[in-house]
């Protein structure tokens, strides 16, 4: 019997799974957590830490400024964790990613199992995730200024062509890391050095003019810059590059899919 697939548009097969997808997510959300005395707490646990740390310790003892115009210490803690949610989101995709197929074996050895639904599920729960330490910031920041900005309703436009990307990139690796194992072990190593170039700790504005091009063509660039823009800003986003980075996506998640579908073909002999 042939992958179902196999026989439609990715868009419309994604669909026909969906409730397939929405157990996996779910399952793969609580699965994380199983055997802890705090279960899912933890999700929501864990980011209030992390900015509460980050908030003690460049707030209150560094005293870090993100700008000369920033008036509030505060602010160096919520402009770096919007910075670090979202190259967190890809780290979390990326890095898990090239295991998938090696720790679902059963899964490959099912000849009608769709295991193109694998990767969107790894890349849906780190968006659950996500959305978790979204919530915590937005938290603090009402804490902080007493006020929202109306432009944070923006911010599913802003990461919307990232996830797409992520998609493709996942599904890439996913298929890689059947055949080089080691492919686990860099992806590590290149998301760690990807959070240093990318303006999570620095705006991009603070890089020398010559490294600004080159700087720009990091994925996770624009992404950053326009969720401080919408969330802590109240600034619209630039809707021509975040057009111009879906198209960019789009092709990225075609090529990703096309190459996962060819090394399918031999998954099954290689685990």
């Not at 707030?59 to 979202?86: K, N």
């Amino acid at each position: 019997m042939a992958n179902p697939l196999t026989q439609s548009s990715l868009p419309v097969a994604l669909w026909r799974h969906r409730h397939l997808i929405a157990t996996m997510t779910w399952r793969e959300v609580l699965g994380r957590y199983r055997g802890s005395a705090g279960g899912l707490v933890w999700s929501l646990l864990t980011p209030i830490l992390m900015l509460s740390v980050y908030t003690a310790v460049f707030s209150g003892i560094f005293q870090a400024r993100w700008s000369q115009e920033s008036s509030s210490p505060l602010d160096y803690a919520l402009q770096l964790f919007v910075g670090l949610i979202i190259h967190g989101l890809a780290a979390e995709c990326l890095n898990r990613s090239p295991g998938l197929m090696v720790g679902n074996v059963s899964y490959v050895k099912r000849v009608v199992f769709p295991l193109e639904t694998l990767p969107v599920v790894n890349l849906l729960s780190a968006v659950f995730h996500f959305l978790i330490s979204l919530a915590v910031l937005l938290v603090f920041y009402f804490a902080v200024h007493r006020h929202l900005h109306a432009t944070a309703f923006w911010l599913p436009v802003v990461v919307a062509p990232y996830v797409v990307m992520l998609a493709g990139v996942g599904w890439f690796l996913a298929g890689l890391g059947v055949y080089l194992r080691d492919i686990a072990q860099l992806t590590g190593l290149l998301t760690m050095i990807l959070m240093f170039l990318s303006p999570v700790f620095y705006p991009a504005s603070a890089l020398p003019a010559k490294f600004q091009t080159i700087f720009q063509l990091n994925p996770l660039t624009i992404i950053i810059e326009q969720g401080r823009a919408v969330l802590l800003d109240g600034k619209a986003p630039d809707l021509l590059s975040l057009s111009i980075y879906m198209v960019a996506a789009l092709v990225v998640a075609f090529f990703g899919y096309r190459s996962f579908q060819v090394m399918k073909k031999g998954f099954a002999d290689v685990l």
